[in-house]
């Protein structure tokens, strides 16, 4: 089967992104659900001088992580979230580079259930539905807006005063950044 190139561009962009959409539409806003964080204090502003870590589970029911990690020079960001305590595991056709479980969650005996769409369970073999995935964030200095990340968690890399996000996004699109801490 051939791909247009376009089509091609964008399927390409939303795997490094950690995305499972198509490439059929661009994501529509829609608010994942509230949590409060855990961790330190250090919410998403100039008060972590080395890189922040922000994971919201949104529908999958755990607390929110906000925690700044010590760093001086470039760390990866993968190396970033695991000194945060959180653990993530990529899928069995494209490894680390996009992020299939936060902690274990979805579980692979977890039911997914998102408004509209049937219920499923997340093997983490193949990229996950369009409607229910973790998309991958970075924040390149603390008074700037979060953006998708441009490429995968296996390759990523935060400085100094920059932040990474994980959000497990669920419905027709996702909210423009993560939660700032409580």
Do not use: H
């Not at 995305?19 to 204090?41: I, K, V």
């Not at 005996?109 to 369970?121: K, L, R, Y």
Request: aromatic share 6%.
């Amino acid at each position: 089967m051939r791909i247009p190139l376009l089509s091609a561009a964008v399927i390409g962009a939303l795997l490094l992104s950690g995305c499972a959409a198509g490439a059929d539409a661009a994501p529509e806003p829609s608010t994942p659900a509230a949590s409060s964080a855990a961790g330190s204090d250090s919410g998403t502003d100039a008060s972590c001088s080395g890189v922040e870590v922000v994971v919201d589970f949104g529908i999958l029911d755990s607390p929110s992580v906000t925690e700044c990690i010590d760093a001086s020079a470039p760390i990866a960001s993968a190396d970033a979230i695991a000194a945060a305590g959180v653990a993530t595991e990529g899928n069995a056709d494209y490894g680390d580079a996009v992020v299939c479980r936060v902690d274990g969650r979805p579980a692979a005996d977890e039911t997914v259930t998102v408004p509209g769409e049937a219920p499923f369970t997340e093997p983490c073999s193949a990229m996950s539905p369009a409607y229910a995935f973790w998309a991958l964030w970075v924040k390149p200095a603390p008074e700037a807006d979060w953006e998708f990340a441009m490429e995968g968690l296996a390759t990523l890399k935060s400085e100094p005063g920059q932040s990474v996000g994980l959000v497990y996004t669920t419905g027709s699109g996702t909210e423009p950044q993560p939660p700032a801490a409580d």
